[in-house]
């Protein structure tokens, strides 16, 4: 009968402190749902008023005007500055509310990747910018090429060829770029841009060499044709 009596003790005792957690953690959980809900719903009206001020400044026109929006277009991306600058402030919000959240809730794990997460945006902002300088300076570069070439009277054909190559080789290393400041496959696209720079240069190298092999000769021979002659 004691032996009896001593599991109930503990079991009802279990259930005592159980309840007296839960009835001490519901505060914490009001708390919050409390913040979440309210932290969302700015985070959310910030991220709206942010992108309506930028297109009320008509950044977004600007960038429709520099060619900016089609290059982005053009590779498959629908970019406007309002949506990117709108889209990151909100969710850089809504991570600093899931912070706090985690905070209330005394959630050490899950508090210190988001803390990790919350770093991590300044990245992604960075490698934003990259990218868009990447493509601006695409843009200017196939402009500059493909009129210079056709003031050369270049054909129309090879200078839209050789203007898109120059376009979309600064496009790639801009996107290289923005990936390195990202910490994605680092080694891997360093590696890989070590191998592009190294085979355009030998192609370049190729290229001038075989076409200017010719000229090179005549050169030389006149050089040895001065030296007998003095």
Same mark, same amino acid.
């Given at each position: 009968?004691?032996?009896?009596? &001593?599991?109930?003790?503990?079991?009802?005792?279990? =259930?005592?402190?159980?309840?007296?957690?839960?009835?001490?953690?519901?505060?914490?959980?009001?708390?919050?749902?409390?913040?979440?809900?309210?932290? =969302?719903?700015?985070?959310?009206?910030?991220?709206?008023?942010?992108? !309506?001020? @930028?297109?009320?400044?008509?950044?977004?026109?600007?960038?429709?005007? &520099?060619?900016?929006?089609?290059?982005?277009?053009?590779?498959?991306?629908?970019?406007?500055?309002?949506?990117?600058?709108?889209? @990151?402030?909100?969710?850089?919000?809504?991570?600093?509310?899931?912070?706090?959240?985690?905070?209330?809730?005394?959630?050490?794990?899950?508090? %210190?990747?988001?803390? &990790?997460?919350?770093?991590?945006?300044?990245?992604?902002?960075?490698?934003?910018? @990259?990218? @868009?300088?990447?493509?601006?300076? +695409?843009?200017?570069?196939?402009?500059?090429?493909?009129?210079?070439?056709?003031? &050369? !009277?270049?054909?129309?054909?090879?200078?839209?060829?050789?203007?898109?190559?120059?376009?979309?080789?600064?496009?790639?290393?801009?996107?290289?770029?923005?990936?390195?400041? =990202?910490?994605?496959?680092?080694?891997?696209?360093?590696?890989?841009?070590? +191998?592009?720079?190294?085979?355009?240069?030998?192609?370049? +190298?190729?290229?001038? +060499?075989?076409?200017?092999?010719?000229?090179?000769?005549?050169?030389?021979?006149?050089?040895?044709? %001065?030296?007998?002659?003095?």
């Amino acid at each position: 009968m004691n032996y009896f009596s &001593s599991w109930n003790d503990a079991i009802v005792a279990s =259930l005592q402190d159980l309840w007296a957690q839960f009835v001490g953690f519901i505060p914490e959980l009001l708390g919050a749902l409390i913040v979440l809900i309210v932290g =969302l719903i700015i985070a959310s009206f910030l991220g709206r008023a942010i992108k !309506r001020v @930028i297109q009320f400044a008509q950044i977004d026109k600007l960038s429709e005007k &520099s060619g900016l929006t089609t290059s982005f277009e053009k590779i498959g991306l629908k970019f406007t500055p309002s949506a990117i600058v709108g889209w @990151i402030t909100k969710w850089f919000l809504i991570i600093a509310v899931l912070i706090a959240v985690a905070d209330i809730l005394k959630w050490p794990q899950v508090t %210190e990747f988001l803390n &990790s997460v919350a770093l991590y945006i300044p990245r992604v902002f960075v490698a934003v910018i @990259i990218l @868009i300088i990447g493509v601006l300076a +695409g843009h200017f570069i196939h402009e500059v090429i493909q009129k210079g070439l056709q003031a &050369s !009277r270049v054909a129309a054909t090879q200078a839209k060829l050789l203007a898109t190559i120059g376009k979309w080789a600064i496009i790639v290393f801009a996107l290289m770029a923005a990936l390195i400041e =990202l910490n994605i496959a680092s080694r891997l696209i360093e590696t890989l841009f070590t +191998g592009i720079v190294a085979g355009v240069a030998i192609g370049f +190298g190729l290229a001038f +060499g075989l076409g200017g092999k010719d000229q090179a000769s005549k050169w030389l021979n006149k050089m040895d044709k %001065e030296i007998i002659n003095d």
